[in-house]
């Protein structure tokens, strides 16, 4: 009838307040896809907005969201437990790692330059040009040749055979002034030394007398033995009587020939006991044999730590940073080692500026090898930063990028286009950029003597190569859609 309000489909409220069931008992055949649509139907009216079950829809589809990312939690439980061990192997590995690089360095340090006579000699050859040094080597030479030439006994003597002559008041006279032609003759002798030790001659010989005393000490440390190097009273000692035969004939020539009547002059130095020689060459020998084996040991477990953990990305900082932190450490111990050796070092055997000048000057690739790998560490490190998804990242990398986008349309509104090539680069831009970076890394492992300025400069490099992938690499043009004034179709 007309006004009559039409009876409700589904459960409700009659108008009179009384509820009536949800589902009738007479249902016809077909009635549960009648009814299918017309919830179906309420759906869509339901999606307008328009009446009770629009509701009941949005409350379905909240239920529903919320179970599916109950599951997705769930499943994401299941796979943090079952690759909960990722993290803790990858930091060990890591760890170790990072703790085997510092040993690495001093295992390569001991090749080049304990082994190899070549890389010790050029590491040595300052030293002769150093004041402290040329100072410590004139006094002890000079040392040496005033007491062997003893002018104060011959001139005791001499006054002691005039006396017996006759000639006392001479005799007299020479034991006076004895003490001060000692002193002259080695005033005059000290000037001579310092003279012939800066010299470039000398410069010569302290290379030649270095690489025979660096070849004498190799065969020590091997157990070869024998040569300039030998044991006496339970110390190893090196005999310098070679390079005192040289400064010798070098003052005959200068006019000095009293010196030339001298007999042979063994000066030697102590360089260690003769127990400490064994284990000096227990650890000489398993360094040169572990000195190519650490580096790669260590190499490798940092790239397993790294592969192996969840994040890479979170690893790889955490790697630089270790690395970085362990040549601090490397650094310290240094230092602390560097105190202990001067103040163990007596003034008699060498002064204090000269044995920090040759320390400093023997450990030197020591420190420049931890500066390379510190500043490499803090650059993978932040390399690996600016990589991830954290605002300063995504700010930077998005400044970066807008400008080389400016830049490239600055260059074609000029007319520079790169055509085929940008769309290629474009398209390999991933393997171009690995191999950038690939390419930069086998520079700085086949560089000879890297140092952290050559870091920072492949650093550089690598951000350069990067920059120009990204600015000659163009997005091929879309084709538009055709669309319709009035609406979809």
Known sequence: MPGTPPAPESGGVLPGGKGIPAASKDVSPGGDEAASSRRDGGAAIAGTGAGPAGGDRAELERFRTEAAQLRGQGSGNKRQRSGGWRMPVATLLIVVGCLLTPVSVLAVWTANQVSDTDRYVANIEPLIHDPAIQNALTDKITAQIITHLNVVGHANQAAAELTSRGLPRVGTMVNTFAAQVAGAIAGFVHTQVHKIVTSPAVAHLWVQ?????????????????????????????????????????????????????????????????????????????????????????????????????????????????????????????????????????????????????????????????????????????????????????????????????????????????????????????????????????????????????????????????????????????????????????
């Open 209 to 489: 007398a270095n690489r025979a005393a660096h070849e004498q000490i190799v065969q020590a440390l091997s157990g070869q033995g024998g040569g300039a190097i030998s044991t006496s009273n339970g110390q190893v000692v090196l005999d310098l009587a070679p390079f005192l035969n040289v400064v010798k004939q070098d003052l005959v020539n200068r006019g000095f020939s009293l010196i030339g009547k001298l007999p042979a002059i063994h000066v030697t130095i102590a360089l260690f006991s003769s127990r400490t020689l064994v284990e000096a060459q227990t650890l000489y020998r398993l360094l040169n044999d572990l000195k190519w084996v650490l580096p790669i040991l260590a190499l490798v477990l940092i790239g397993l730590g790294v592969y192996i953990a969840r994040d890479h990305r979170r690893a790889l900082i955490g790697a630089g940073l270790g690395l970085a932190a362990s040549m601090v450490v490397l650094g310290a111990l240094l230092a602390i080692f560097r105190g202990i050796y001067l103040n163990s070092v007596p003034a008699s055997i060498l002064p204090a500026d000269a044995a920090a000048a040759a320390f400093d000057t023997l450990a030197r690739f020591i420190k420049q090898g931890l500066r390379v790998l510190l500043v490499a560490g803090l650059v993978v490190a932040v390399g690996a930063y600016f990589t991830g998804p954290s605002a300063t990242a995504v700010r930077t990398r998005g400044a970066l990028v807008s400008g080389l986008g400016r830049l490239r349309a600055t260059g074609e509104h000029a007319g520079l286009r790169t055509g085929p090539a940008g769309r290629w680069t474009y398209q390999h831009r991933a393997g171009l950029r690995v191999s950038a970076v690939a390419l930069v890394g086998l520079i700085f492992v086949f560089w000879g003597q890297p140092t952290g300025l050559t870091v920072l400069v492949l650093a550089i490099v690598l951000l350069v190569l990067l920059g120009l992938i990204e600015l000659i690499g163009r997005r091929p043009a879309q084709p538009q859609m055709a669309g319709h004034a009035g609406g979809r179709r």
